[in-house]
């Protein structure tokens, strides 16, 4: 008599590697790139633009443990992960033989993706896809990148801010990247242009962005929104340096300008961040508010239902009384 059990189809995917394998691939992973990682460190230590850089694997764990509902590995990743794998590599070796540090270091978040979904599969690489994107935070831009933003930067800065001095009562005339006061000149230097803090208020928004439970349209409104608010930030520290220029003296000036108003800025930027979150949260709240009142009361809908003169529709077939 044949056998009529079905054939299960077999699977597609590679054999997960086992735990053994998994450790002595996280060693070789962690041997191979730690020239890298000491390389990001201490770029981290010593440049104040990309001093965010330690929080981020951090905060990159911690959306992994804030998604751990949604982690299910599967039995294989397949051969496209190895591909990956191999571009991480790839990035790397060309990294260190052309001595070019972006693709090098860039090199360690592709790696770690691959891996991912060698090991867990699109299931695992669903799960993880916030976190590993939010490790590019912890890689510095290109060079080249870096002076084509902080040029125009520079430019929007100091017209802005000389702008706003003349608003307010001052003397100001921008010329290139100098604001010219009535007593001093003020030099508003590529360290000045604002790329850090926009770096900065990119990753806080992006972070929040991954976290807060808002619609997609939201979170990109939130993080297009950290481009504006760090130039109002940059700004904002410019203008209260020339006005401490021009009533209190270069001395207090420069305290400000160099420390005070540098640490300001931050706070400053996050509660302009929470008042767009705050003010997106109403929008949608309006929204929703105008939607039940136009389905609670039929006359705001159309002409058909007018107060007091015809009744809406009673699904029910009752009679409807009227009152006097």
């Known amino acids: 008599m044949p056998d009529s059990t079905p054939s299960v189809p077999p699977p ?27 390389n990001l460190a201490e770029v981290w230590a ?23 509902a949604l982690f299910a590995p599967a039995p294989g990743g397949g051969w496209g992960w190895w591909l990956v794998v191999g571009a991480g590599c790839g990035l790397k070796l060309v990294g260190a033989y052309y001595i070019l540090v972006w693709p090098e270091q860039v090199s360690v978040v592709v790696l770690v993706a691959g891996l991912v979904g060698v090991f867990g599969g699109r299931p695992a690489m669903r799960w993880a896809w916030p976190g590993l994107a939010f490790l590019l935070f912890m890689v510095p831009p290109p060079a080249r990148v870096e002076r084509l933003l902080s040029g125009p930067m520079q430019r929007v800065a100091t ?31 590529e360290a000045c242009s604002g790329l850090r803090m926009l770096v900065t208020f990119a990753a806080m928004s992006m972070a929040i962005a991954l976290v807060l439970p808002r619609p997609a349209w939201q979170r990109a409104a939130l993080v297009a929104g950290s481009v504006p608010i760090a130039v109002v930030c940059n700004v904002g520290r410019i203008v209260v340096t020339g006005i401490m220029h021009e009533t209190v003296g270069k001395k207090w000036a420069d305290l400000v300008f160099h420390d005070l108003a540098g640490w300001l800025m931050m706070p400053a930027g996050l509660a302009l961040l929470w008042a767009e979150l705050w003010y997106l949260g109403r929008v949608v709240r309006t929204e929703a508010e105008t939607r039940v009142v136009k389905v609670a009361n039929p006359a705001i809908v159309g002409n058909r239902f007018l107060a007091g003169t015809v009744q809406p529709p009673n699904p029910s077939g009752a009679a409807v009384a009227r009152g006097s």
């Not at 995917?13 to 000491?38: E, K």
């Not at 010593?46 to 751990?68: C, D, E, I, K, M």
């Open 12 to 38: 597609t995917g590679l054999r997960r590697p086992g735990p053994a394998v998994a450790a002595l691939v996280a060693v070789v992973f962690v041997w191979a790139c730690w020239t890298t990682l000491q």
């Open 46 to 68: 010593t440049n104040p633009q990309y001093s965010h850089g330690f929080l981020v694997p951090v905060f990159s764990a911690f959306l992994l443990w804030h998604r751990r």
């Open 159 to 189: 017209v802005a801010s000389a702008n706003v001095l003349q608003t307010l009562g001052f003397f100001a005339q921008a010329d290139g990247t100098i604001i010219i006061l009535s007593e001093t000149d003020l030099g508003v230097v």
